[in-house]
């Protein structure tokens, strides 16, 4: 089951996503009531959180209800059918209280940038953070190029997990059955910004370098939309892809993570309390621009896709 909010900020809508329509949850519970006599409840919530796992009498009752548009409630009341390219789609959690991001959890990628990818064993998640209120960006909605640095922005394809119920010191064997569903992440990233260049040199500058090129506004689209947790029991077997202008440049596996997403939740949830509406994003694939000095460009469109999910569609503009 894929689920999204569309509409605008003032006033959200929820809905059943796929590519040729979304169906507004509200307006065919309603429909469904009428028909049936059945009522669905949570259906004016705007908060997808309340309709994914561990809410599992509302998706009882949403199962049913897809089950009757599928039979021929929708064929009775097209009208229902909303076309996904006449309505705005918006970030799955608006204001999740925190965006987790990963580095070097692909052996490729790590290698591709000029390091040595190391086992499991022999290190740790390397977890940073965004802010959600300015990074979070719309499906559809432009990525602004910053006017501070505009030369060297970046992609990153990143299958991200939702958290459906609180988590603190989950086991790797447990942490799955905290989330509440995966949706996509395309982790923008400026390579090379140098703040105040003429400065003088500090031990942990590059760190700090690498950190302020992932803050800027916009700089995190998510979407288009969250698969529910129990449509996906393995998160390690997605095939993931993004396009730049048409062209393939990452292809790939979630199954070449060096951290799975169990152990990942296990790892931040021994330091920080993991919420409901907690993002995290695992980690990219190899293929990022800056291997062979491709950067993004205004007018430049990219499709991340991943299995199951869908294409997180962003375009670029400059600031």
């Not at 009208?79 to 070097?104: E, H, M, S, Y």
């Not at 960006?137 to 602004?144: C, N």
């Amino acid at each position: 089951m894929r689920l999204c909010r569309f509409g605008s900020g003032d006033a959200p809508r929820v809905g059943f996503f796929d590519e040729r329509r979304i169906v507004p949850i509200r307006e065919a519970a309603e429909a469904f009531a009428r028909t049936t006599g059945l009522h669905l409840g949570n259906a004016e919530s705007t908060d997808l959180l309340d309709f994914l796992p561990p809410h599992a009498d509302t998706i009882r009752g949403l199962e049913e209800l897809r089950r009757w548009l599928d039979a021929d409630g929708l064929a009775k009341n097209p009208a229902l059918a909303l076309d996904p390219g006449a309505v705005q789609l918006l970030v799955p959690i608006p204001r999740p209280n925190k965006i987790f991001l990963l580095a070097g959890n692909y052996a490729d990628h790590v290698r591709e940038s000029g390091e040595t990818a190391r086992e499991r064993a022999e290190t740790f998640p390397y977890v940073f953070m965004k802010p959600p209120s300015t990074t979070l960006s719309h499906p559809g909605r432009a990525i602004k190029l910053p006017a501070a640095a505009p030369d060297a922005v970046d992609w990153e394809l990143e299958l991200a997990v939702v958290i459906g119920r609180k988590a603190k010191h989950v086991s790797e064997a447990e942490a799955l059955d905290h989330v509440a569903g995966y949706t996509v992440v395309n982790d923008i990233s400026q390579r090379r910004y140098r703040p105040n260049p003429d400065r003088k040199k500090r031990d942990r500058d590059a760190f700090f370098d690498w950190l302020h090129g992932k803050w800027f506004d916009s700089f995190c689209p998510c979407g288009p939309c969250i698969v529910s947790a129990a449509a996906i029991p393995d998160p390690q077997a997605l095939r993931m892809k993004l396009e730049l202008n048409g062209q393939v440049k990452q292809d790939a596996s979630t199954a070449q993570q060096i951290f799975p997403v169990a152990a990942v939740i296990e790892f931040i949830s021994k330091m920080v309390t993991l919420e409901p509406g907690d993002i995290i994003s695992t980690g990219t694939p190899a293929g990022v621009g800056s291997t062979t000095g491709t950067f993004l460009k205004p007018g430049d469109v990219m499709h991340a896709w991943i299995e199951g999910i869908g294409t997180l569609i962003t375009p670029v503009e400059a600031e």
